[in-house]
């Protein structure tokens, strides 16, 4: 099987794009995306992965071998660059950009069976007229058609996984600044300043533009939030596993968090937001706890009673639920279908 993953319309490279040897490349990589290309070549009979890119530069390419299997990044300026290439079995579309509609409206059957997981907003939904065989959401709420799908994903567990440190906060919450309207900031740190209970929690902020959240805090008379600035992947681990809960507090108009599957792969219960999009698989988990707008007060207590029961039974399902095996194997499953 050759598998295709056409990853973002964007030029701009990742930290782990700098890698050219395959132990370095896999150690630093983040996006769960690429790890499941590499994943279907340790486990299945896929013989070939290639990840399309977009970039300013001439075209150019990594190869990574794994015996007679071969995993490629393939960095073009034009993703119509694909059809010099002998066609794919399975490809996947992430993103939901117009270019990848173009691509399969141009010649659908040259991408084997397509898969489509898009954005945030209208994007959840292939809105350009693109052809694709199944339609991956991740939350419920937006399954509407028989070809739409449940998408499972998990932290990255080179990067994201439990360490033994001592807590130093009740709360690590990770949103960034500049996407202000779709995380919750406003509605999380206003609640705070209504919450006796809130008020006296230690709360480390991770994200871009702190100084947004540190004016809000000003605006609502809150000062038990830590605003720390923007930490890498490696440092978003630790401050988690220095955190007893991670807390999500997204709204309905964002994408499903990819923050919450990090936090459970590190082993730290999660407290999300009802609003925030993310399969029941997840949230009927011991350790996840669901608040609405106007409960996350009780919901804390009660976490913070059941904390180190919440945290083994995480910790005990990063070997069962939440391995990444279990969950590219149900991911395979209904591909399959």
């Given at each position: 099987?050759?598998f295709w993953?056409f990853?973002?319309?964007?030029t701009n490279?990742?930290?782990y794009?700098?890698?050219?040897n395959?132990?370095d490349?896999k150690?630093?990589l ?8 590499l ?9 070939e992965?290639?990840?399309w890119?977009?970039?300013k530069?001439?075209s150019y390419?990594v190869k ?11 960095f073009?300026?034009s ?9 794919p079995d ?14 399969t ?12 997981l898009?954005?945030?907003g209208?994007?959840r939904?292939p809105i350009y ?9 991740e939350?419920e ?5 028989d070809n ?13 996984k ?9 709360i690590?919450?990770i949103?960034?600044?500049t ?14 300043s209504k919450s006796n209970?809130?008020k ?6 991770i994200g ?10 000003d605006?609502?008379?809150v ?7 923007h930490y890498d992947?490696?440092g ?5 596993n220095?955190?007893?809960f991670?807390l999500?507090?997204s709204n ?7 923050i919450?599957t990090?936090?459970?792969?590190t082993g730290?219960p999660?407290l999300?937001?009802?609003k ?5 698989y997840y949230?009927?988990?011991d350790?996840v706890?669901?608040?609405s707008?106007?409960?996350l007060e009780k919901?804390?207590e ?11 039974k995480n ?6 639920e939440?391995n ?10 209904l591909w399959e279908?």
């Amino acid at each position: 099987m050759i598998f295709w993953l056409f990853r973002t319309n964007l030029t701009n490279l990742e930290s782990y794009h700098q890698y050219d040897n395959i132990k370095d490349f896999k150690m630093n990589l983040w996006d769960f995306y690429l790890l499941q290309g590499l994943w279907l070549l340790e486990n299945t009979e896929c013989e070939e992965v290639s990840i399309w890119r977009l970039t300013k530069r001439p075209s150019y390419g990594v190869k990574f071998k794994f015996g007679g299997k071969v995993f490629i990044q393939r960095f073009v300026r034009s993703f119509d660059e694909c059809f010099k290439y002998k066609k794919p079995d399975v490809t996947f579309f992430r993103g939901g950009f117009s270019e990848y509609d173009r691509l399969t409206k141009k010649n659908p059957k040259f991408f084997g069976t397509k898969l489509y997981l898009g954005a945030n907003g209208p994007r959840r939904y292939p809105i350009y007229g693109g052809i694709y065989d199944k339609i991956l959401i991740e939350d419920e709420r937006d399954i509407k058609k028989d070809n739409h799908y449940p998408f499972y994903k998990i932290g990255v567990p080179n990067i994201f996984k439990p360490l033994n440190l001592q807590k130093k906060y009740d709360i690590c919450w990770i949103a960034n600044g500049t996407q202000i309207k779709q995380k919750g900031q406003e509605y999380f740190i206003e609640y705070v300043s209504k919450s006796n209970v809130l008020k006296n929690a230690k709360i480390l902020h991770i994200g871009n533009k702190p100084d947004v959240g540190k004016k809000l805090c000003d605006k609502y008379g809150v000062d038990n939030i830590d605003f720390t600035g923007h930490y890498d992947r490696f440092g978003v681990n630790k401050a988690l596993n220095q955190s007893k809960f991670g807390l999500v507090t997204s709204n309905d108009v964002d994408g499903c968090p990819r923050i919450s599957t990090e936090i459970l792969a590190t082993g730290t219960p999660l407290l999300i937001r009802d609003k925030t999009r993310l399969l029941r698989y997840y949230r009927d988990l011991d350790f996840v706890k669901t608040f609405s707008d106007n409960n996350l007060e009780k919901i804390y207590e009660e976490a913070k009673k059941n904390y180190e029961e919440m945290r083994q039974k995480n910790l005990n399902a990063l070997e069962s639920e939440l391995n990444l095996d279990n969950i590219m194997r149900m991911n395979i499953r209904l591909w399959e279908e």
